[in-house]
T-cell receptor, first 111, second 114 residues
């Protein structure tokens, strides 16, 4: 079975600072990779995805992620945090017909 | 606009009661899913359906039941056999099981046992 590890259940950054949320996965075959964002009492919204092609993927709200096969990583970044980025972020891997979700990272943005 | 509608947003259940959570989609998706979300545990798959009149157990199906009589609808019943039902429940859909497009999620139902 696949596993998805998100390092850090809580991350706190200052407004304007770099956001880095880490995601590592276990997979013997190239998977499809996703980042979702969840605001309180809401569903998950797709931020970005990697399926094939360019390993640097740009998403909504200024986020991007880079697929590094050798490191089995798909870390999420944003150059400058905004207060509205405060939410929980989930990394997910799709392998064959199943999704595997990480346990989530809550991002706090300090003014 | 197409999307997934979950209702109700908040639901309270007494001990020993069955309750049904509604999930309706107008995306023309074949596959639908139910997830349970608990703090710090991510999402866990309860049931999924790839086509009408067919559904499969996920990782934590005990105490839950589903039906898929229409393409648009995938209701989840939380039975009295589910000993710890308090959680946030998310319904999702996709074009099919093998899609690389990811899932579309509803806005969730928060179930509380009182």
């Amino acid at each position: 079975a696949q596993s998805v590890t998100q390092l850090g259940s809580h991350v706190s950054v200052s407004e304007g600072a770099l956001v880095l949320l880490r995601c590592n996965y276990s997979s013997s075959v190239p998977p499809y990779l996703f980042w979702y964002v969840q605001y309180p009492n809401q569903g998950l919204q797709l931020l970005l995805k990697y399926t094939t092609g360019a390993t640097l993927v740009k998403g909504i709200n200024g986020f991007e992620a880079e697929f590094k096969k050798s490191e089995t990583s798909f870390h999420l970044t944003k150059p400058s945090a905004h207060m509205s980025d405060a939410a929980e972020y989930f990394c997910a891997v799709k392998s064959f017909n199943k999704f595997y979700f990480g346990s989530g990272t809550k991002l706090n943005v300090k003014p | 606009d197409g999307g997934i509608t979950q209702s109700p947003k908040y639901l309270f259940r007494k001990e020993g009661q069955n309750v049904t959570l509604s999930c309706e989609q107008n995306l023309n998706h074949d596959a639908m899913y139910w997830y349970r979300q608990d703090p710090g545990q991510g999402l866990r798959l309860i049931y999924y359906s790839q086509i009408v009149n067919d559904f499969q157990k996920g990782d934590i199906a005990e105490g839950y039941s589903v039906s898929r009589e229409k393409k648009e609808s995938f209701p989840l019943t939380v039975t009295s056999a589910q000993k710890n039902p308090t959680a946030f429940y998310l319904c999702a859909s996709s074009t099919d099981l093998l899609t690389r497009d990811g899932y579309t999620f509803g806005s969730g139902t928060r179930l509380t046992v009182v």
